[in-house]
Nanobody, 120 residues
Framework: QVQLVESGGEAVQAGGSLRLSCLISGHYHGYTCLGWFRQAPGKEREGIASIFSDGSTVYTDSVKGRFTISKDNAKNILYLQMNSLKVEDTAEYRC??????????????WGLGTQVTVSS
């Protein structure tokens, strides 16, 4: 059974920084893409960053230049460094793992989420 467990979410003031972590454990075959998603109250879930097995990354426009996704393969941890946080970054953040198939990531395993609250 695979488990993805996020941590690092908390309340922070606008302009601040947080680093989210996602520990991946259990029995799984090598994922070829890992990602971070977020969902704010009343809004749809949004994919914000992905990292692929070759180390390449993609970001949604709203976080480009502020957020950085990375991974520690030895520790099986996915990170999301978030800088220059804005009130609109407030959301529940979830990590996900999957496989790159047919030109897109098919996410199969998900964490339960960690809350990030940014105040002005």
């Amino acid at each position: 059974q695979v488990q993805l467990v996020e941590s690092g979410g908390e309340a922070v003031q606008a302009g601040g920084s947080l680093r989210l972590s996602c520990l991946i454990s259990g029995h799984y075959h090598g994922y070829t893409c890992l990602g971070w998603f977020r969902q704010a109250p009343g809004k749809e879930r949004e994919g914000i960053a992905s990292i692929f097995s070759d180390g390449s990354t993609v970001y949604t426009d709203s976080v480009k230049g502020r957020f950085t996704i990375s991974k520690d393969n030895a520790k099986n941890i996915l990170y999301l460094q978030m800088n220059s946080l804005k009130v609109e970054d407030t959301a529940e953040y979830r990590c996900a793992a999957g496989y790159y198939v047919g030109g897109e990531c098919k996410y199969e395993d998900w964490g339960l989420g960690t809350q990030v609250t940014v105040s002005s």
